[in-house]
């Protein structure tokens, strides 16, 4: 059992062993600077960061006075700065953010706050840093201060992933604060919003961070990915995870940090675990627009999810005569479909809405606010050149004493739906309309089965709209693979809310053929309590092709799925409600949890053929099981070794085709791998560690 005293103690010798590390590197980088500087024009091209040759005053001073500090950080050439509203941060935040000029060959940093007494400070400047030449980044670098006699040494790591994706979120902050400072508050964490941290570290784009200067005692913990580069948390917007436990890192296990050679920046095996989501909890309820883009359609757009909406009114509509369509599985963005002739439509609709909106102190109060939905109707360039083509024509029957004619207009009557090609018996025949329909007239529909010898089978039909989208149909049938279909819809079988017709409408199918399609059979062991999974068979980017809910256990099969990469993701649905639901920071709760399938290999994307049939069998005691350092570094060994397993297939399929050039290094740099055993050497043991599963599963194996 390692004493406080004595992780100290280590923790110095560890720092005293990186800064000569890194300082060897830095020498090793002005040998290589002072070669090059000899190399005549057309030479390699210079790809070495610039280098720190003096500190003024030095980094990790003590004592450092709380009010008008100037820094200056020289180095061994001309340097600019780029991006540094967005790069350069403090820890703790300042009030006032200390104003960064170039000086010769360095920076000048005054420090315009008053600082807090026996505060450790760090100034983080990203890749804000770069030479003034090629613009190479000096990324990861900090200096670093305390206002007391000493300075805060202790660090831990984590990893940001995205909870649903289940890949790497770049660039989050991660906030620590003090747990000793803060109320208990179970139920209602207004942490974030309402206090400043102690400590603030960031991520790299590998979603790893190394937090420094930490105390030896217990913080509460958050991440956010800063989407708006303001520093700041902005909630619905911003991307956010928590850890359930408070952590001193002292009592966590140790860790291997090292510099990532390949990527330019310090990296480590992670201890904390956060699962990233968005939380909607304080999103503002108003109406924030209501428009009519078309003469029979207006929409009306919310700050938030799932509006509470009282009444809708209009003067001069009926209640029945409109059709309310939420557009968004939130509800936040609503479609009002008038069911009305044109000509009874007045240009600007005037009503009213009752809705339950944010008030100053955001609560929900009852409120009813104007509706004034204009709509004018504005002419195409096409449009109108037709227009001045028919007046000329007129114009010319009239003088020649002719009797004129117009032209038919094209039926405006619109949809979509393939009128050709192949069809799967799984997903029927799909057609989209613009308006939602007030007529659809299946008795009319003719599907007929043609055989070898020309003659025709007619088949009954049915439609079934779709649960998400009311102008959405499938024509169902008992369709057969490779069999040849002929359909035709006649005319005014079909009539939408803006009282058009359809003209007659026919296709040719054929039935789907199997063999050009794979099949994947999944054999799902459940856990002990009946647990619902929601299953997803998605493409290598990770788009969902097909999904199957409410699965405990047994055999679910994927048929018809396109040849090529797959991969197998599995959704914890305790609700039952058949989706993924996300976390409230507010309330502390975490995400429902979601975890790409990998096999034994570590391997989670999988090939499959035409006419293959791939069975794979999924424990979901071993796909759900905690989270701990040691199965979360392993995860990501895994997915490095199989991205690399990848480049260097590419590599050697370039090469049988002639473009053998090498790439490897530059996609490595540029990829999102972790790399926890080959890539750099491990510096020795940090002691902190266990690893909290950013979702109610208790705590860690240590």
Known sequence: MIRNREIKDIKKRYASLLRTAVALVLVGGIFSRCANTMTPQGGPKDTIPPVIVAMTPDNFATNVKTTGNKIYIEFNEFVQLKDQNKEFFTSPAMKKKPVLTIRGRGVAIQIRD??????????????????????????AMRYVFSTGDKVDSMMCSGYTADSYKADSVSRTFIWFYIADSLPNTPDWDSTMFNRKPEVIARAENNGIFIAQNLKPVPYRIYAFQDKNDNQLYEAGTDLVGFVDSLYNPVE???FAIWFDSLRMYPTAEPQLYFRMFTDETFKRQTLQAAERPLQHKAVLHFGAARPRIEEIRFDSIPKEKFIIDPQTVGRDTIALWFNMPAAELPDTIKGEITYYKHDSIRQLVKTTEPLKLAWKYVESKEEE??????????????????????????????????????????QHLTVEFDY?????????????????????????????????????????????????????????AIENVAGEQNDTIKGTYTGIDHEKFATVIIDVKGKPDSTNYLVQLTNAQGAVQQERRNVKGGKVQFNYITPGDIKIRVIEDPNGNGKWDSGNVVERRQPERAELYANEKGEDTFVTKANWEMELSIDMNQLFAPVTMQSLIKTLDDREAQRIRKLEEERAKKQQSGQGHDHNQQNNQSGGGFGFGGIGSAMGGISSGGLQQAGSMGQMAR
């Open 114 to 139: 008053t600082l807090l007494e026996n505060t450790t400070y760090a100034l983080n400047f990203g890749s804000a840093i770069r030479d003034n030449n090629e613009g190479n980044p000096l990324n």
């Open 252 to 254: 966590l296990p140790e």
């Open 385 to 426: 050149r037709e227009r001045e083509k028919e007046q000329r024509e007129r114009e010319r029957a009239e003088k020649a004493g002719e009797e004129y004619t117009p032209p038919k207009k094209p039926n405006p009557f619109k949809f979509k739906m393939s009128q050709s090609g192949e069809v799967n018996p799984e």
């Open 436 to 492: 939602p329909l007030t007529k659809l007239d299946s008795t009319t529909v003719v599907l007929t089965e043609v055989d070898e010898q020309g003659g025709e089978k007619p088949l009954k039909v049915t439609f079934e709209r779709d649960t998400a989208n009311m102008r959405r149909w499938r024509l169902l049938a008992k369709w057969k693979e490779l069999a040849k279909y002929n359909l035709m819809i006649p005319a005014g």
